[in-house]
């Protein structure tokens, strides 16, 4: 499995960085900063899922690659506003996307964080554009990106507000399973999404039984991995983890740890 990962993440790495949608932005350091973490690799599992999906049923993982860039592209400007609201300097032991733009702009904290920001708008716009600019019927794509946009927007955002939310309850601690709600549309509705549109890319359609069960499977196993990164984020090693420890603590953000 950890084969088939690697690969699957050399062919959406490679895949992003050809990708030209950026290539007219200004100025050059927000074009940079959109680019910076999507073309840094990692373990896209997001985008492995959708394929694996794809597969299972029979469909053309070559042609579902435009759907696996977009959902881990969409996973990345949610990353790069999760920095800036949580105020995280690093990821994946390197500079976060404000960061990095604070140092090669030369610009102030606020003026890093603005840019950051419409980085994170930019990479939504690249999501959608390569839904849209996939070889899938015209239908299907349109289908395609207004699931993204429920499960990506309306859900994923609402499941940060909640994160953020709980912070601005402190002291009062939300029960179990608010934190456990959280997670579900935090974490849960992005990896939902990723095996839900490798379902429609090889069935040819959004709605159905399949899609269903796998996309409430992944749903479940996004909860698990959110309880996994609390731990890790709370008793892990910083060389391993890539990030500070106990910044969940330090901005007040409960979790179901305590």
Known sequence: MQDELRCTAE????????????????????????????????????????????????????????????????????????????????????????????????????????????????????????????????????????????????????GEALDVNFSLRFPALPPGDEVLRMYELKTGALLRLAAELGVAAATGTIDSETSGILGKMFSNAGVAFQLRDDYLGMYGNYSKLGKAICGDLRERKPTDLF
């Open 11 to 158: 062919k959406i790495t490679g895949f992003i960085r050809q990708d030209k949608y950026l290539e007219n932005v200004l100025p050059g350091y927000l074009r940079d900063g959109a680019e910076y973490y999507p073309q840094a690799g990692g373990k896209r599992l997001r985008p492995a899922i959708l394929l694996w999906c794809c597969g299972l049923l029979g469909g053309d993982r070559k042609k579902a690659l435009p759907l696996a860039a977009a959902v881990e592209i969409w996973h990345n400007w949610t990353l790069v506003h999760d920095d800036i609201i949580d105020n995280d300097e690093f990821r994946r032991s390197q500079p976060s996307t404000h960061r990095k733009i604070k140092i090669s702009a030369e610009l102030s904290d606020e003026g890093a964080k603005s840019m950051a920001l419409l980085a994170g708008d930019l990479q939504q716009g690249w999501a959608v554009d390569l839904i849209g600019r996939s070889s899938y019927p015209d239908k299907l794509k349109n289908e395609m990106i207004l699931l993204m946009l429920k499960r990506g927007n309306v859900e994923l955002i609402s």
